[in-house]
C-alpha cells in the first residue's frame, strides 16, 4: 500500500469511526464515505449491518469474503485472545480500527468472531426470546482433572488414551493411571464420543455417560445419564453393556436409544437385538420395541422409533403428550424452566414435532395454539398462564 492509499484508509476510518460514535459528518466528509460505499455494494452492506454481526457472519461465509492468509487469521484470532477488551461495547468504534490495522478482509472476520462473543440481546411476542443454548461440554478424568471441550466441536473420539475431536484436532492424552472418564453435555445441543472399541454414543443436552478409557477383555460397560444414541461395534467375544439407573441392557452389536432422564426409563431398539434386565426380570426386543421401566415394573410395547430419535435431528417429537410432559425437553434444549400456576391441569393432549433449531418464540407460538395457553418469557424462566 502506498502514502497515497494509506492516507486515504485512515481518513475512511476516522470517517467510519465519527459515525460509530454518533457524531455529525460535513457534506463533504458525508460525500466521501458514500463514494467509498459505492465502490462495492457490500461495503454498504457491512456498514448498514455493523449492528448485527450474526447478518455480516453469514454473509462472510456465503461471499467468500475471508481473503486473506492463513497466517494473517491466525495472528488475529491469536492477537483477539490475548485482547478480548478489543470488543467493546461500541462495536463500530473497534471495527474501524480492525479496519484499518488488517484492511476490509480482517474487518469481515472481527465481525465474524464478534457474533460468537457479543450476542445480540433478543425480543419476541413473549417479551425476550431464547436461541438455544451453546453451552460446552465437560470431560472429568477419575483423578478429577476436567477437560473443556470446544462446543462447535461434533464430537470426541477416545482411543489408546489419546482425546480428539472429530475433525482429527488434537485435545489431550490421558495417563495410563486414569481407567474412567465421565461426559457431561450441558444444556443445549448434542455431542458425541467415539469410544475405544469404534462404538458411537451420542448424547442428548442435560446428559452424561461414564465410562473406561479402554475397554477390558470381558465386557465393553458404559453408565448413563439421561439420553443417548448408540451404535454399538459388532464384537461376538465381548458384550457391550449400558447401565442406568434402572436398567442394565446387554448387547453384541446394535442400535437403539435409552432414555433415563427421570423415574420412567426406556429402551428403543433400532437395529438387532438387545435383552433389558430390570427388577429382576429380562425382556428382548426386536426392531420397533421399546422397554419402559419405572419404580416397580419393567414391560414392553411397540412405537414408532423415527419418533423416538428425533432429538439427533434437533426435533422434539410425541405423540398423544401433555404441555408439561413435553416442557421438559424444551427446558434441556433451551437452557429455560417452565413455571406453571399453582392451579394448572393439563387438557390438551396432542402430537408434537418441533424444530428446536429455531429461537424460544417459534416453538411456544405452535405450543400456544396446540394447547391453548399463552407464554411470557423473562431470563430464563417461561410463565405459562
Known amino acids: 500500500m502506498d502514502e497515497q492509499q494509506l492516507e486515504y484508509t485512515f481518513h475512511i476510518t476516522s470517517l467510519l469511526t465519527k459515525k460509530a460514535q454518533g457524531d ?25 449491518n455493523a449492528i448485527n454481526p450474526e447478518i455480516v457472519g453469514k454473509d462472510i461465509v456465503r461471499m467468500g469474503l475471508l481473503t486473506d492468509s492463513d497466517v494473517q487469521l491466525e495472528m488475529f484470532r491469536t492477537r483477539l485472545a490475548q485482547k478480548k477488551r478489543m470488543i467493546v461495547f461500541r462495536r463500530w468504534v473497534a471495527a474501524a480500527a480492525i479496519f484499518l490495522a488488517f484492511g476490509f478482509g480482517m474487518w469481515a472476520v472481527w465481525l465474524q468472531l464478534a457474533t460468537e462473543t457479543s450476542p445480540v440481546k433478543l425480543t419476541s411476542r413473549y417479551g425476550e426470546d431464547v436461541r438455544p443454548a451453546t453451552n460446552g461440554p465437560i470431560l472429568q478424568l477419575d483423578d478429577g482433572s476436567v477437560i473443556n471441550l470446544d462446543n462447535k466441536a461434533e464430537g470426541i473420539v477416545s482411543q489408546s488414551g489419546d482425546i480428539t475431536y472429530v475433525d482429527g484436532e488434537y485435545v489431550q492424552n490421558i495417563s495410563a493411571d486414569v481407567k474412567w472418564v465421565t461426559l457431561s453435555i450441558p444444556n443445549g445441543s448434542n455431542y458425541r464420543v467415539t469410544l475405544s472399541d469404534s462404538s458411537v454414543v451420542t448424547l442428548n443436552a442435560g446428559s452424561s455417560l461414564r465410562y473406561p478409557t479402554r475397554f477390558d477383555s470381558q465386557e465393553r460397560k458404559v453408565e ?15 458384550k457391550f453393556v449400558v447401565e442406568t439407573m434402572r436398567q442394565r441392557i446387554s448387547v453384541l452389536g446394535t442400535e437403539f436409544n435409552v432414555r433415563a432422564y427421570t423415574q420412567q426409563e426406556a429402551t428403543s431398539l433400532i437395529k438387532g437385538k438387545v435383552a433389558v434386565r430390570s427388577h429382576e426380570k429380562d425382556i428382548f426386543l426386536s426392531p420397533g420395541d421399546q422397554a419402559v421401566v419405572d419404580n416397580t415394573s419393567l414391560n414392553k410395547r411397540t412405537v414408532d422409533v423415527e419418533e423416538t430419535i428425533s432429538w439427533l435431528d434437533g426435533r422434539i417429537a410425541g ?60 431470563g430464563k424462566e417461561v410463565f405459562v398462564f
Open 224 to 238: 448413563l445419564k439421561g439420553e443417548a444414541f448408540f451404535d454399538v461395534k459388532h464384537i461376538p467375544s465381548q
Open 319 to 378: 405423540s398423544l403428550v401433555g404441555l408439561q410432559e413435553v416442557s421438559p425437553d424444551i427446558e434441556r434444549r433451551y437452557d429455560v424452566h417452565f413455571v406453571y400456576p399453582s392451579d394448572y391441569q393439563a387438557r390438551e393432549r396432542a402430537y408434537i414435532n418441533i424444530d428446536a433449531t429455531e429461537n424460544l418464540s417459534v416453538v411456544l407460538q405452535a405450543l400456544e395454539q396446540t394447547y391453548k395457553v399463552q407464554f411470557k418469557i423473562k
Open 24 to 48: 455529525q459528518l460535513s457534506i463533504e466528509e458525508e460525500r466521501v464515505l458514500a463514494g467509498w460505499l459505492s465502490e462495492q455494494s457490500i461495503r454498504k452492506h457491512f456498514v448498514d
